[in-house]
């Protein structure tokens, strides 16, 4: 079968599996937000009670169901993990206290990540910023020097990450929404997390505790948050076109790789590794993509990642146009001339 018949059939697929079902949402929803508050009231009893290094051992756990709520919120955000477009929103909205990520924003750069990824002529919004080979020799000494440490790994994520989700994302600039609705998104969210927090800290006898819990968890799920987002797109058989010949399948199947995790942490990253499929068709609920994929066979053999394979995406940096891969600075030397 030729590719763009194997490819429309993969996509009529697809279709078959973007209905909510009510049932597996809701025992999601339970089996995740529940364990989740129980581990941060356990962990906001120990830090009360004088015992805050047993936290720490139950950081991780927190901050891995909170990456899984924020994939219900995504996930609300595509209108695709209940069935009334209502709900999801009401519900995006409430998750937005947990995950302190503001629904409407978020949801608008990334409904734009969708319509754009791997178009060259379309980077900037709701990606990791990408330069071509020919981009980056055209800079300044300075100006590559400021892309090699954005692209560094202890920048663009283990600083970046907890960066963006507790720093950026509480100032309504660079959303991609209308200033008036960009403010009262972000503030009305703001203000939310600052009763919150208040009202915990008035329970617990003062603020600290609670920020004993609450970054250190956030931090995690952010690191968490960011790394699977940067192996998503950021590998070396990646997909990158101009606006001529970008296409959107194309993208999503070339483009988007198929993370294949361990079992459980596919189950607290909500199977956003599958996310070929969720970028062919973005109305799939998280909690059926495994169901869609075990269905095509194509579907299990294109853009697969391992573990060990996922380490050394670290080095990519620059699309090489002529090659047509993503590379690291180290192969610029055999790319210039002599």
């Avoid at 018949?5 to 529940?34: G, K, M």
């Avoid at 993990?81 to 998750?95: C, E, H, K, Q, V």
């Avoid at 987002?229 to 959107?248: A, C, I, K």
């Amino acid at each position: 079968m030729e590719v763009a018949a194997l490819t429309r059939e993969v996509v009529r697929h697809c279709a078959t599996f973007r209905d909510p079902v009510p049932r597996l949402a809701l025992r999601q929803l339970a089996n995740t937000v529940l364990p989740y508050l129980a581990l941060c009231g356990l962990m906001l009893w120990g830090s009360v009670s004088g015992h805050g290094v047993l936290v720490l051992p139950l950081v991780v756990p927190a901050g891995g169901l909170l990456v899984r709520l924020f994939i219900i919120q995504h996930d609300c955000g595509h209108g695709s993990f209940l069935p009334s477009r209502a709900a999801n929103d009401r519900l995006g909205r409430a998750l937005s206290l947990l995950t302190v990520t503001p629904y409407d924003s978020w949801k608008r750069a990334h409904a734009l990540h969708h319509a754009s990824t791997g178009d060259l002529s379309r980077r900037g919004t709701g990606d990791v910023h990408t330069l071509t080979v020919r981009e980056y020799l055209a800079l300044s000494p300075w100006g590559r020097l400021r892309y090699r440490l954005y692209r560094n790994p202890l920048v663009l994520i283990v600083l970046g990450s907890p960066l963006n989700f507790l720093v950026l994302q509480r100032m309504p600039f660079g959303v991609g929404l209308p200033w008036r609705t960009a403010w009262r998104d972000v503030l009305a969210l703001d203000l939310a997390l600052a009763a919150l927090l208040g009202a915990l800290a008035f329970a617990a006898g003062g603020i600290g505790p609670v920020l004993w819990v609450a970054l250190p968890t956030v931090s995690v799920a952010a690191w968490i948050g960011g790394w699977l987002f940067y192996v998503q797109h950021q590998y070396e058989e990646t997909v990158w076109e101009d606006g001529e010949t970008w296409d959107f399948h194309r993208a999503a199947l070339g483009g988007s790789s198929y993370y294949v995790l361990p079992r459980v942490l596919q189950w607290f990253t909500g199977n956003v590794g599958l996310h070929h499929v969720h970028h062919l068709n973005s109305r799939i609920p998280n909690y059926r993509l495994q169901e869609c994929l075990d269905g095509h066979e194509m579907l299990g053999q294109v853009g697969r990642l391992t573990l060990r394979d996922s380490l050394r995406c670290l080095g990519l940096a620059l699309w090489d146009e002529d090659a047509r891969k993503l590379i690291g600075f180290a192969r610029l030397r055999q790319l210039r001339p002599a």
